[in-house]
């Protein structure tokens, strides 16, 4: 990691005390002072307590999403955090206010809405995708709402939440869109659910087909981009249809996250809606034209109240750094993590005991352990993805770890696949490589030889 940037935090530190103290130098109270030696030792502690963590910030680690936040979002966050302020009132915290105005509006024009939007950042994508499912509630207070079978279980959580009703669809390769999709009783439907980059397998939804089979009938379109949002800015080299990130722009709204492949710290989400005129369902005291005035009141658009401006200050200081461009910024780094996946897919192509599942589309790689002469049954191969899940934590020697997940998918459609595995299990437990680090770009290959010695061994 490059430590350059530590260099600047301290007169960045030393800047803010000057202005803290140009308001008049005043005495701490003595309740508040905690002796140094008890703050050492707590911090001591506390470093040694964390180390029980796992590696998150090693390319080692391909197990789930868990992206370290860049040291500039860190200490941004850090630096805002000291004041505090807080994003629910203009006058909880002014600077960092408008920088949650900035961040927002680089998100909305990555997607293509523009100047005729409506959101803010939020806590986390949870949050931000019951909002978007509350006013999908208040557009259509008798409907309910679609979504695929690999749609993150947030959204069956939140209609339970908001009483709504849920109903699920299968994307069948072997089916059109619209086979698979008649099957939904379309007028208990207000609002379908579309998720670009699905948090199991990455997988990108086809958002063009559903909206064309969606709106002559009326439905809503929201998409769950939490997870692939960030990947729009480099659609262009993606593989598959183009179409399906050039039309993210005609959804009735969007969910981001930041601190997903945003690099930033746990807390930072965000929502976006097309039409403005949505903020009507968030007034208690305010006049209908207030929302869609140039004078933003971010408390008065969001169903939480106090929200962390560190957070916006942190995503502000990160875009800064590194924009939402194909070539700059977060492309490149967008890039690497795709290109990882693509070479870890040509690796296990051409082994002899690693089998990819599908072909990745993002960042996430599946496959499972079987010689391609004498394939097995759906139960050894989930015993062997255990066996491996736990191997790769537990050696002893820290710098050979490796730490990947499990994804379990259901037997009939692993047999439509592979139907030269024998089925004698309802589930098949795969091995899954979530490959969010750029560095993972040139370390992916070493770390699948490493697996594919463990899994040699278990053969």
Request: hydrophobic fraction near 35%; proline fraction near 6%.
């Amino acid at each position: 990691m490059d430590t350059s940037i530590f260099q600047t935090f301290h007169p960045s530190l030393q800047q803010l005390q000057e202005w803290k103290d140009s308001f008049g130098v005043f005495t701490t109270h003595p309740s508040l002072i905690v002796d140094d030696s008890i703050i050492q030792k707590t911090l001591r502690s506390l470093s040694e307590r964390l180390t029980g963590n796992y590696p998150f910030h090693h390319p080692n680690y391909a197990g789930q999403m868990l992206k370290p936040p860049h040291p500039i979002a860190a200490l941004a966050y850090s630096v805002t955090m000291g004041l505090n302020p807080n994003n629910h009132a203009l006058d909880g915290g002014p600077p960092s206010s408008e920088m949650e105005k900035e961040c927002v509006q680089a998100l909305a024009n990555l997607f293509g809405y523009n100047d005729t939007y409506m959101g803010h950042l939020s806590s986390s994508g949870t949050i931000a995708n019951l909002e978007a499912l509350w006013i999908a509630r208040c557009l259509h207070p008798n409907k309910g709402i679609a979504y695929s079978n690999e749609a993150h279980y947030t959204h069956s959580r939140m209609a339970q939440v908001l009483d709504m009703e849920a109903h699920t669809f299968q994307l069948e390769d072997e089916n059109s869109i619209a086979e698979c999709l008649e099957a939904l009783p379309v007028d208990s439907i207000g609002t379908l659910i579309v998720t670009m980059g699905t948090t199991g397998l990455g997988k990108v939804e086809p958002l063009s087909e559903i909206l064309d089979w969606a709106r002559p009938r009326s439905i809503r379109i929201h998409i769950d981009a939490a997870y692939g949002g960030f990947f729009k800015t480099i659609s262009d080299y993606l593989p598959g249809p183009n179409v399906h990130w050039d039309r993210m722009q005609e959804a009735d709204s969007i969910v981001i996250d930041p601190h997903k492949h945003g690099l930033q710290p746990y807390g930072c989400g965000c929502v976006l809606f097309k039409n403005p005129e949505v903020g009507v369902f968030y007034k208690h005291d305010s006049p209908y034209t207030y929302f869609s005035s140039e004078e933003l009141h971010l408390g008065e658009i969001s169903l939480e109240c106090s929200r962390a401006g560190a957070a916006a200050a942190s995503f502000w200081a990160t875009l800064q750094c590194f924009p939402l461009e194909p070539n700059h910024g977060f492309g490149p780094i967008l890039t690497a993590c795709h290109m990882a996946a693509i070479k870890a897919y040509g690796y296990l192509d051409n082994s002899e005991i690693l089998n990819p599942y599908i072909a990745p589309e993002l960042d996430i790689v599946t496959y499972y352990v079987a010689k391609k002469n004498a394939p097995g049954s759906t139960s050894t191969i989930s015993d062997r993805s255990k066996k491996i899940f736990h191997q790769g934590m537990n050696n002893n020697d820290p710098s050979q770890q490796y730490y990947i997940s499990l994804y379990t998918v259901n037997s009939q459609d692993f047999s439509q696949r592979f139907p030269e595995i024998l089925v004698d299990s309802n589930q098949v437990v795969l091995l899954r490589s979530v490959l969010m680090r750029p560095e993972q770009e040139h370390t992916i290959e070493k770390l699948l030889a490493r697996i594919e010695e463990d899994a040699k061994a278990l053969l």
